[in-house]
């Protein structure tokens, strides 16, 4: 018999803060989105959604609503939806965390790292910047969206604004965000129709083009059924397409809004591993694969396992007088190993979180 020895999943509470108002100078900004000034001064960004944001929020009524929204940017969404009557609460990863980089080979990334701080830096001030301008109430949180905290609430609408493209995983910065959200949840991203019908995501990078700000196209297919997994199983698709100030083109875009369908799912429990405290405990016989799988047969209860050690069963070979036990043994590895040493939470495996199904939480 092998003992493979694996270490326990370290789960620390995620950090958060609330950020104070800044009050940074106008020439300090870079502006994302188009904004008409209350001066009535119209400065210019990437983006110019004056004339369509109804079609970019999925015709979504705001009014008494709290709402989630990650990745503001210059905030022109944050500040629309505050005028509608909403209660804003932004999200936005710390600087240390910056970005989901792609790990393209060639690339020097503290460069990269640095000049894209000073960007994002201009373009937090330009938030800042319309906040003091519009008299704003909007609450910033620095965070991680794929752990956020229930110590920042729970909201009614959960906004998701053109940032999924951006993120390694974009169904665990939903998971993340969405188990503390009520209603309704609005997803806009760009807009590819040769991906209509699938649910799927198309990996963007590669090594002949060097992008590393950007992972996936995505299709509306994708969203709806990542949210109705989620809980949030009665949604509608619109396309529309929204001005790219920077070229005058034109660009295709989708939006998804969903409401939910089941109810919240628990609070996720967070605790911080205390190495000093933690006094070794007997541990229980780790279940054998044959009585694994009879157990899922018979619906037989299964003993307690223990998390941090796998005790790997020997493979019979040919002939063998229990066939189960060789055909189980050689993905015994895959089916327990692989999640621990991932830090999967969830114990032996990974499991999809169904909105609709009582979830275990460590």
Known sequence: MTDLLLPPPLHSAPRFRDVEPQTPFFHDCDFYHTTTLPSGEVVRGQWDLRDNVQAYLGGVEFAGKSV??????SGFLSYHMEHRGARVTAIEPSLERLWDCVPMPGIDFDA???AFFASIQRVRNSFWYLHRQYGSSVRVVETDPETLPVEVGEFDVGVFASVLLHCRSPFSVL????AQVRETVIVTDLHDSAMDGQPVCRLLPDVRHKQIDT???LSPDFVVQALGVLGFGNARVTTHHQKRDIDGQMIPLFTVVATRNVPMPPPRKVTVRNEASAAPKPQPAMPS?????RSVITQRPLPPAPPAQLQLQPQPGPGSPDPLRGL????????LGVPQRLGRPSGW????PFGNLSQPHD
């Open 68 to 73: 989630l929204e990650i990745g503001p940017a």
């Open 112 to 114: 990269w790292h640095q």
């Open 175 to 178: 998971e993340g965000c969405l």
């Open 215 to 217: 992972w996936w196209a």
């Open 289 to 293: 694969p044959v009585s694994l799988a």
């Open 328 to 335: 189980l043994a050689a993905t015994w590895d895959g089916l």
């Open 349 to 352: 495996w990974g499991h999809v």
